[in-house]
Nanobody
Framework: QVQLVESGGGVVQAGGSLRLSCTAS????????MGWFRQAQGKEREFVAA???????TYSDYVKGRFTLTRDNKNNTVTLQMNSLKPEDTAVYYC???????????????WGQGTQVTVSS
């Protein structure tokens, strides 16, 4: 079982930046894709961004142009750089790993515990 550990959440003012990192305990074929989802209080979990081992990426429309996802295959780590943050970006952010580049929750087989991101207005 792959373990995913997130770090980098916190509190920031609107317009600011935060960087989230996720490190996997090992590399398996189930980790060809790593991504981030988020869940705001009272809302369903939603897709943020995902990246294949080939560095092909996809982003939700809500974050496109503001967030950048990169991966370091050697260290089994992905990093989500979040710029121009808005109050509506406030949520618990979850790292996930799966086999295919997809925006659906159920396509990902391993999940981290989540890290809180709070953007104040």
């Amino acid at each position: 079982q792959v373990q995913l550990v997130e770090s980098g959440g916190g509190v920031v003012q609107a317009g600011g930046s935060l960087r989230l990192s996720c490190t996997a305990s090992l590399r398996t074929f189930d980790m060809d894709v790593m991504g981030w989802f988020r869940q705001a209080q009272g809302k369903e979990r939603e897709f943020v961004a995902a990246i294949e081992w080939t560095d092909s990426t996809t982003y939700s429309d809500y974050v496109k142009g503001r967030f950048t996802l990169t991966r370091d295959n050697k260290n089994n780590t992905v990093t989500l750089q979040m710029n121009s943050l808005k109050p509506e970006d406030t949520a618990v952010y979850y790292c996930a790993a799966g086999r295919t580049l997809d925006t659906a929750n159920e396509k990902y087989t391993s999940w981290g515990q989540g890290t809180q991101v709070t953007v104040s207005s």
